[in-house]
């Protein structure tokens, strides 16, 4: 059973001997995926550092929504740092605070990890001021650029889901509780599931995308709306999704929404009819994958 560790709580002697990948971790991209598989090698148990909070932006996923990614990799511990908290220590204060709180075994990282205030520790400083083996991984390109975390967010700000989710080695996601709205998709023949979009996760293109959903175990394609209802004249801005041959109640019921692809912009429709004839379209086009 996955566990979280604050770096307030200090670890306890169940986390002791872990091999520990070293990095901010807002989710597990394909690179982040090799040094899991490393981990594995090593036959300990393995903690994941994860940073929340950030210099300029936010992480591709919440906290909780990491830990799902993390429990499924095959991770047994998260290591949850503040950035507001380690953000003006010094490389060596840190190695301090990894070793006082860690017990690590080994640590893996990407042979571009630094940390430390200017970003001035590297893995050989860590490996020498905490006499742990710290093992590095060569970084993982494709089409000659490092896949990364802002190379993700880059994609999702310009609607390349397919390419994302390619370098996330699975679908770009978001959970959350389906809430009530004004109800007005079920008065059009379009009911949808309403969830707020997560404080503190990344924000991508408001747009029209496909999704999926899985409710008890069946998978429903689905048309997500993301961003401000204008044809409404309605500026609050949800995460409203149409969930293709699904009956019945979610409201309260907490959901996995999977972003497939971007399909259009957000646009004002002149009536509600021509809105009726565009969501019949776009019902159309994810039934034939057109």
Same mark, same amino acid.
């Given at each position: 059973?996955?566990?979280?560790?604050?770096?307030?709580?200090?670890?306890?002697?169940?986390?002791?001997?872990?091999?520990?990948?070293?990095?901010?971790?807002?989710?597990?991209?394909?690179?982040?995926?090799?040094?899991?598989?490393?981990?594995?090698?090593?036959?300990?148990?393995?903690?994941?550092?994860?940073?929340?909070?950030?210099?300029?932006?936010?992480?591709?996923?919440?906290?909780?929504? @990491?830990? $799902?990614?993390?429990? !499924?990799?095959? &991770? %047994?511990?998260?290591?949850?740092? *503040?950035?507001?908290?380690? /953000?003006? +220590?010094?490389?060596?204060?840190?190695?301090?605070?990894?070793?006082?709180?860690?017990?690590?075994?080994?640590?893996?990282?990407?042979?571009?990890?630094?940390?430390?205030?200017?970003?001035?520790?590297?893995?050989?400083?860590?490996?020498?001021?905490?006499?742990? @083996?710290? $093992?590095?991984?060569? !970084?993982?390109? &494709? %089409?000659?650029?490092?896949?990364? *975390?802002?190379?993700?967010? /880059?994609? +999702?700000?310009?609607?390349?889901?397919?390419?994302?989710?390619?370098?996330?080695?699975?679908?770009?996601?978001?959970?959350?509780?389906?809430?009530?709205?004004?109800?007005?998709?079920?008065?059009?023949?379009?009911?949808?599931?309403?969830?707020?979009?997560?404080?503190?996760?990344?924000?991508?293109?408001?747009?029209?995308?496909?999704?999926?959903?899985?409710?008890?175990?069946?998978?429903? /394609?689905?048309?997500?709306?993301?961003?401000?209802?204008?044809?409404?004249?309605?500026?609050?801005?949800?995460?409203?999704?149409?969930?293709?041959?699904?009956?019945?109640?979610?409201?309260?019921?907490?959901?996995?929404?999977?972003?497939?692809?971007?399909?259009?912009?957000?646009?004002?429709?002149?009536?509600?009819?021509?809105?009726?004839?565009?969501?019949?379209?776009?019902?159309?086009?994810?039934?034939?994958?057109?």
């Amino acid at each position: 059973m996955l566990k979280t560790v604050w770096l307030q709580e200090k670890s306890n002697k169940k986390t002791d001997g872990c091999t520990v990948l070293l990095g901010g971790f807002d989710g597990l991209h394909i690179g982040h995926r090799q040094l899991v598989e490393e981990a594995k090698s090593l036959r300990k148990p393995i903690g994941v550092m994860t940073i929340i909070g950030g210099k300029a932006d936010e992480g591709l996923f919440t906290l909780l929504e @990491r830990e $799902e990614i993390f429990r !499924l990799a095959g &991770v %047994d511990f998260v290591f949850a740092f *503040s950035f507001s908290d380690i /953000k003006d +220590l010094s490389a060596q204060a840190f190695a301090s605070l990894l070793q006082e709180n860690l017990q690590a075994s080994a640590y893996i990282c990407g042979d571009d990890f630094r940390f430390g205030a200017g970003a001035k520790g590297t893995p050989e400083i860590l490996e020498n001021a905490t006499h742990v @083996r710290v $093992e590095t991984v060569k !970084l993982l390109t &494709v %089409d000659g650029e490092k896949v990364s *975390s802002g190379r993700v967010k /880059k994609l +999702l700000l310009e609607g390349d889901l397919e390419r994302a989710n390619l370098l996330l080695g699975e679908r770009f996601f978001l959970t959350g509780e389906v809430v009530a709205d004004r109800k007005i998709g079920r008065t059009i023949g379009f009911p949808t599931a309403n969830i707020r979009y997560p404080e503190g996760k990344f924000s991508i293109k408001k747009g029209v995308y496909e999704t999926r959903v899985c409710v008890d175990g069946k998978e429903y /394609k689905g048309i997500t709306n993301f961003g401000a209802r204008p044809t409404f004249d309605e500026p609050t801005e949800l995460t409203e999704t149409y969930l293709d041959g699904f009956s019945g109640d979610l409201y309260g019921r907490k959901i996995k929404v999977e972003f497939v692809r971007f399909l259009r912009e957000i646009v004002k429709f002149e009536s509600v009819e021509k809105l009726k004839e565009q969501l019949r379209e776009d019902t159309r086009r994810i039934r034939e994958n057109d």
